[in-house]
């Protein structure tokens, strides 16, 4: 089969970046997207209304971008809700500025895979900290997470292992069709995963590295709200007692535990 024909019959991905008032960054996540093997894919970027001269950067790239939106919105799901509607792709990834595939054919492996049958795709992640050190933070099957969650079994092994959006792909229909809850700031993620799993979508894990998550993004710089949005979530399909006790209580005292004894071990 020829590298031609090999293309029409790649299913079409969009991947999205969302940004605003990064423009280093961004300028940085458009040359890795770019850079993509996977040849049937569009790439959207989505643009805040920026003051940094993003609005400049993506007029001079626009022959690299296949759609590009500019204006305010309420926050990143409302960004991200806005590219699904006009994604043209049979799946969506999302990547925020400063983040990056994890290589140049990642996109090509995961959707190379036979995935005909399935809705959601998804891999592990780095996280790239302050001192840009790398972070292998693997996932796991899907109906594991869901079923840990059921049963109040959760853990920060089990917290780690729910997939963040960069390494996610969804069929665009299901984000065209139930959006991100904008209730939801940092966590809509979470909760959109949540709802698919409850309403019977197929979820395929896929064990390659997909993307590089920079530190910096709100779920370290609005942490209080990162936790109660996620207790919000997490309570609807588990028992909000003990999803409270994990993450006010158990969570904390854990934390406190290992500081105490990292210090009187030296």
Request: aromatic share 20%; net charge positive.
């Given at each position: 089969m020829n590298r031609n024909q090999m293309d029409c019959n790649q299913p079409k991905l969009s991947i999205a970046i969302v940004t605003y008032n990064c423009l280093g960054d961004f300028q940085a996540t458009?040359?890795?997207?770019?850079?993509?093997?996977?040849?049937?894919?569009?790439?959207?970027?989505?643009?805040g209304g920026s003051t940094d001269g993003t609005k400049n950067y993506i007029e001079e790239k626009k022959h690299l971008i296949d759609q590009y939106l500019i204006e305010s919105d309420t926050g990143p799901y409302d960004a991200m809700n806005k590219v699904s509607r006009i994604a043209q792709g049979e799946w969506i990834i999302f990547i925020n500025s400063g983040d990056t595939f994890a290589s140049d054919i990642v996109c090509e492996k995961l959707l190379s895979e036979e995935i005909s049958s399935f809705d959601i795709l998804y891999g592990d992640h780095f996280y790239k900290d302050n001192n840009d050190q790398l972070f292998?933070?693997?996932?796991?099957?899907?109906?594991?997470?869901?079923?840990t969650l059921k049963t109040g079994r959760i853990s920060n092994a089990w917290q780690e292992s729910i997939p963040c959006h960069q390494a996610t792909f969804i069929r665009t229909a299901l984000l065209k069709e139930t959006p991100y809850d904008l209730k939801f700031q940092i966590a809509a993620d979470h909760d959109f995963l949540y709802k698919m799993c409850a309403s019977g979508k197929r979820f395929r894990y896929i064990q390659e590295k997909v993307a590089i998550y920079s530190a910096g993004g709100m779920s370290q710089t609005k942490k209080w709200q990162c936790l109660?949005?996620?207790?919000?979530?997490?309570s609807k399909h588990a028992n909000p007692f003990v999803?409270?006790?994990?993450?006010?209580?158990?969570?904390?005292?854990?934390?406190?535990?290992?500081?105490?004894?990292?210090?009187?071990?030296?």
């Open positions: 458009l040359d890795n997207v770019v850079s993509q093997k996977y040849a049937n894919k569009e790439i959207i970027v989505i643009d292998h933070i693997k996932s796991s099957e899907f109906k594991g997470i869901w079923n109660f949005e996620w207790i919000d979530i997490a999803v409270r006790f994990y993450y006010l209580v158990f969570n904390p005292l854990k934390a406190r535990v290992n500081r105490f004894y990292k210090i009187f071990s030296n």
